[in-house]
């Protein structure tokens, strides 16, 4: 049952959050009747990791905010491999992506796909880069 404020009463004497017109009742929240609002996100502020490669190496960190995805783009004609590796400890040991003990986050060809969320601080992420030729674009970013 939901409880209705009659106007012209200043205040809401529910026991839970309402809202409701200037000229009509207040309801209570509640599944039917949920917030007239949407929530918002400021863009994200971690430094994009982007360049390109024309021998094999490493690029790295990117420093992910917590709770966004992680996108990675790779783009050019390249041949070669391309590690996705996170780091809890600023890249003293890199390990490889993976899932149920097998690998990914390991490419061969262009992509553009979300790879992950982190949720630890101070994860990073790196690049390692394999070329057999050609020059490789790169971007990691939220």
Do not use: C, K
Request: net charge negative.
């Amino acid at each position: 049952m939901v409880a209705e404020v009659e106007v012209p009463a200043g205040f809401v004497p529910q026991y839970a959050m309402a809202f409701g017109a200037v000229d009509g009742p207040a309801v209570a929240v509640q599944t039917d009747n949920p917030l007239p609002v949407r929530a918002v996100r400021r863009p994200a502020e971690a430094a994009a990791l982007a360049g390109t490669m024309a021998t094999s190496g490493v690029a790295g960190p990117f420093v992910p905010e917590l709770d966004r995805p992680i996108w990675l783009s790779l783009s050019g004609d390249w041949q070669g491999r391309v590690d996705l590796l996170r780091s809890v400890d600023g890249g003293a040991t890199m390990l490889p992506l993976t899932i149920a003990g097998e690998r990914w986050g390991r490419y061969s060809a262009n992509a553009n796909e979300a790879v992950g969320g982190e949720s630890e601080a101070g994860a990073a992420y790196y690049l390692s880069v394999a070329l057999h030729g050609g020059t490789l674009a790169y971007r990691v970013a939220q």
